[in-house]
């Protein structure tokens, strides 16, 4: 079983609609909780983190943790044709001497306009 | 300011061929590291180096070697590739190795190995 669970869509939009990512993970020792966008041929950037669980909003974009059900969901707002893009979940924790950071597979999202 | 910058962007190799593959950042962040992105498998890490200095194996380092002579520097070699390298790289660097350090990535080198 992977530590990290992500459907690698694609999900196509249409412009405005309210966008809903979804993770789920296996191992309680994850502590941060991070998204990444990937544009396609390049590098991912990071979106945003939260590090307990409960709502982090940002503009347009929302994260999500309940821990205790290892889900994590990112939720996007009036999404756009810019958001086009994989979205990338992150869960992070200590592993010996480094930060390990577990990605998803990513889903690929399209919105239309 | 350029952030992080990898070359090649792209290149065809033989099997059997030795290549480093060059990553260098100009954040002076301590920590670098070395993905490779399979689709279907997403981000692995392959090395990590948590300051100049020093380097760690990351999940699939079977096959890389790193060194991290200074801080702006961390280059990836492959000594003799195998197909199964065939992949995209990405170089990333962190402020630090601490939790919830953001990680900056560079553009990604593809790689195929024939």
């Known amino acids: 079983q992977k530590e990290v669970e992500q459907d690698p869509g694609p999900l196509s939009v249409p412009e405005g609609a309210i966008v809903s990512l979804n993770c789920t993970y296996s191992?309680?020792?994850?502590?941060?909780f991070m998204w990444y966008r990937q544009y396609s041929r390049k590098g991912p950037e990071l979106l945003m983190y939260?590090?307990?669980?409960g709502n982090k909003e940002d503009g347009r974009f929302t994260a999500q943790v309940d821990k205790s059900s290892k889900y994590i969901s990112l939720f996007i707002r009036d999404s756009q044709p810019s958001d086009s893009a994989t979205y990338l979940c992150?869960?992070?924790?200590?592993?010996?001497?480094?930060?390990?950071?577990?990605f998803g597979i990513g889903t690929k999202l399209q919105v239309i306009p | 300011i350029a952030g992080i910058t990898q070359a090649p962007t792209s290149q065809i190799l033989a099997a059997g061929r030795r290549m480093t593959l060059r990553c260098t950042q100009d954040?002076?962040?301590?920590?670098m590291y070395w993905y490779r992105q399979d689709l279907g498998l997403g981000l692995r890490l392959i090395h990590y180096?948590?300051?100049?200095?020093?380097?760690g194996k990351g999940e699939v380092p079977d096959g890389y070697s790193v060194s991290r002579a200074n801080t702006d520097d961390f280059p990836l070699t492959l000594a003799s590739a195998v197909p199964s390298q065939t992949s995209v790289y990405f170089c990333?660097?962190?402020?630090?190795?601490?939790?919830?350090?953001?990680?900056?990535f560079g553009p990604g080198t593809r790689l195929t190995v024939l």
């Open positions: 990333a660097s962190s402020p630090g190795q601490g939790l919830g350090n953001e990680q900056f």
């Open positions: 191992n309680s020792a994850f502590q941060y």
């Open positions: 180096s948590n300051t100049a200095g020093t380097t």
């Open positions: 992150a869960p992070t924790r200590r592993s010996g001497g480094y930060q390990k950071v577990t």
């Open positions: 939260t590090y307990s669980s």
């Open positions: 954040m002076r962040h301590n920590a």
